[in-house]
């Protein structure tokens, strides 16, 4: 995942890569099998790393860039027939972190949601944690200001991370629906709802989320991660987690 360091992306910024982006998206959608039909909610995908990219790689070599694709592809197959569903990569190639919601941004998409797994030098740290954004983490110990929002030598017209604060809520509101969902994980080891200043969530402005399906630095949960029942059974439940936050807010 991705902490902000490097706050000052500003509109106009967005606006071109908005343009760049157009013509990925559309090769995404329609290589789904879907049409744009209007009546459809739209789920963006966005599956974490890719390219030379390879995210966390576990002891076993299983990598993160990998695992996010087949769980999209497999969030996919469980969407397809209620959602219009668009990928932000749909192959193992590279994306910066601003075209992904920027491709999410120019499709007026309903809810944005991007897969990573975790890595910890803890082997046996493990779970599935759930993030929305806020400018400040709630696992922050140094209570530090993550923004720097202060920084008045740069010209900041609009800057990009205010797009995702309107929609905090909501983006709440997501997360802690498809937690509910999350079957795998019960009791004690159910983490809690997270907030991060997530850069691959500030821009987006629609209710966005951030999960990380576990932690390929752990033995067992690397494997859990290579195995196609798992990860379909994770499909399903995020695809349970989305429909309920649509039946509870539909207008989000
Ligand atoms: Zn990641």
């Known amino acids: 995942m991705f902490l902000r360091d490097r706050p000052q992306l500003i509109i106009n910024i967005h606006a071109i890569i908005m343009i ?3 013509s990925v998206v559309f090769t995404a959608g329609r290589s789904s099998g879907e049409t ?4 459809k909610k739209i789920v963006v995908l966005d599956p974490g790393h890719g390219g ?3 995210g966390v790689r576990g002891p076993e070599g299983i990598m993160e860039k990998a695992v996010t694709l087949s769980l999209a592809r497999r969030i996919v197959a469980e969407l397809e027939d209620d959602f219009k569903v668009v990928l ?3 192959d193992d190639y590279g994306m910066k972190i601003f075209e992904r919601t920027a491709a999410a ?4 998409a309903d809810l944005f949601i991007s897969l990573h797994t975790g890595g910890s030098f803890l082997h046996k740290t493990s779970g599935i944690s759930i993030f929305y954004f806020d400018e400040m983490s709630n696992t922050d110990q140094e209570n530090r200001p993550a923004l720097s929002k202060t920084d008045k030598n740069t010209p900041t017209p609009i800057a990009w991370h205010t797009i995702q604060i309107k929609h905090k809520k909501t983006s709440r509101t997501l997360a802690e629906t498809i937690r509910e969902h999350l079957r795998g994980q019960t009791g004690p080891l159910k983490k809690p709802v997270q907030t991060a200043p997530l850069m691959v969530l500030e821009g987006a402005d629609m209710p966005a989320v951030l999960i990380e399906i576990g932690y390929l630095t752990n033995p067992a949960e690397e494997k859990k991660l290579a195995d196609p029942d798992y990860l379909s059974d994770l499909a399903e439940d995020i695809r349970n987690g989305i429909i309920d936050f649509f039946n509870k807010d539909p207008g989000a």
């Open 20 to 22: 760049i982006m157009f």
């Open 36 to 39: 744009f039909s209007k009546n």
């Open 52 to 54: 030379h990219d390879n």
């Open 88 to 90: 932000t990569r749909t």
């Open 105 to 108: 941004n120019h499709l007026k």
